[in-house]
């Protein structure tokens, strides 16, 4: 099985992250990379592995980025990674193990996130399907992000990934509030009925910071990971904290241009 899987890897000035990434992937004949004019040290690290391809295209949305890739894969299996994801070595064992089942056309893989290497008890990221048959699957937009379409039946597998970003808490904070614009066009322009109960809530503006923050600290167990967990908790609170800031001035700007008129 792990003959015919080509790992899949976005990049964007990822040199703290993809050397550790990579080194999780020396089984793979070939890593397809798709960057999108990164200028730090990341074109130099991918260059110096001979069986990465790479190719460039300019960022316009995370699906079109996707789905470019996966032009580029040629085998039969793809396994799709951020360039901050680690494979542990219980799942490559997994994999290599998997029997050739033609009824599953993808694979569901839980997540472990690291903070400074280390990683917590609990997390807010939903399991990802990750490893699936190229030729059945489709990535679509869905606000800062995006959705894997895969066609037919899917499977969970017990390994995880570790999500381990290293970047400077600068990069992150512009990252979210790219991500956080983003973000707030899906929520005003998604009819109610339409958006999960977590949207809903967010879309509120006062109460989603407070409850991420008991949520990330008491129901997914991080304060029990010391500072680490206190971290992580600080973090998701004020992604949210900065989608209520953007949500009260869109409203506020569009106030303003009503009243004008």
């Given amino acids: 099985m792990l003959k015919e899987v080509t790992p899949l890897i976005l990049t964007y000035n990822e040199a703290p992250n993809i050397k550790r ?5 020396t089984w793979a004949k070939t890593i397809v990379v798709v960057d999108s004019y990164s200028n730090d040290e990341t074109l130099e690290i991918l260059h110096s592995h ?35 994801y680690i494979v ?9 193990s998997l ?20 990683p917590l008890r609990g997390t807010i990221l939903p399991p990802r399907q990750v490893l699936f048959r190229k030729e059945k699957a489709i990535y679509i937009d869905d606000g800062h992000t995006q959705l894997l379409e895969v066609t037919g039946k899917s499977a969970v597998l017990s390994g995880c ?13 512009w990252a979210q509030d790219r991500y956080m614009i983003v973000e707030v066009k ?3 322009e998604t009819s109610a009925n339409e958006l999960s109960l977590g ?31 206190w971290y992580y908790a600080f973090q998701r609170m004020l ?19 009503t009243n004008k008129h």
């Fill in 50 to 84: 001979p069986h990465i391809q790479v190719f460039q295209r300019k960022f316009d949305t995370h699906a079109t980025q996707w789905n470019y890739g996966l032009e580029q894969v040629k085998s039969q299996w793809v396994l799709s990674l951020d360039a901050d």
């Fill in 199 to 229: 949207d809903r809530i967010r879309k509120q503006k006062i109460v989603a910071p407070f409850i991420i923050l008991l949520y990330c600290l008491i129901l997914k167990g991080g304060i029990l990971d010391g500072w680490a967990g």
């Fill in 99 to 118: 029997p050739d089942n033609e009824q599953i056309n993808g694979y569901f893989t839980k997540f472990k996130y690291c903070v400074f290497g280390k």
């Fill in 21 to 25: 990434t990579l080194q999780h992937l």
């Fill in 88 to 96: 542990t070595d219980e799942l490559i064992i997994e994999i290599t």
């Fill in 161 to 173: 990934i570790h999500h381990d970003d290293r970047k400077s808490l600068s990069r992150w904070l």
């Fill in 186 to 188: 899906k929520l005003l």
């Fill in 239 to 257: 992604a949210e904290i900065l989608l209520s800031i953007r949500l009260i001035e869109y409203e506020k700007l569009e106030l303003n241009q």
